[in-house]
């Protein structure tokens, strides 16, 4: 079975860092998408960005775009998404997923596409 173990969260002040990982098991990441996702009351899940192994490329939403960096360990079978420079914005539940096969620019974003789920991880950003 595919199972995704999301961790990490915590509460850090503006500007500070934190970095979230997502333990995988039950599959191979060089054939999946590794996609991160956060939500907060009343809102929809939203893309924050997804590594694609099988086409080694990264995607990220506009919001999050050169203060998040996520990267794979294929030899401990973990993604990380390392936040830098956090925003009260960014404070969300956390939630890592994955998709059998690649990403493009036009469908990493699409929660409906990915098919396994991890927990979430809350991240609350303080002012």
């Known amino acids: 079975d595919v199972q995704l173990q999301a961790s990490g969260g915590g509460l850090v002040q503006v500007g500070g860092l934190l970095r979230l990982s997502c333990a995988a098991s039950g599959l191979t990441l060089d054939n999946y998408a590794i996609g991160w996702f956060r939500q907060t009351p009343g809102k929809e899940r939203e893309g924050v960005s997804c590594?694609?192994?099988?086409?080694?490329?990264?995607f990220y939403a506009d919001s999050v775009k050169g203060r998040f960096t996520v990267s794979l360990d294929n030899t401990k079978g973990t993604v990380y998404l390392e936040m830098n420079s956090l925003k009260p914005e960014d404070t969300a539940v956390y939630y890592c997923?994955?998709?059998?096969?690649?990403?493009?620019?036009?469908?990493?974003?699409?929660?409906?596409?990915?098919?396994?789920w991890g927990q979430g991880t809350l991240v609350t950003v303080s002012s």
């Open positions: 997923a994955a998709h059998l096969g690649h990403m493009n620019g036009r469908n990493w974003y699409r929660r409906l596409n990915y098919r396994y």
């Open positions: 590594i694609s192994r099988w086409t080694d490329t990264t």
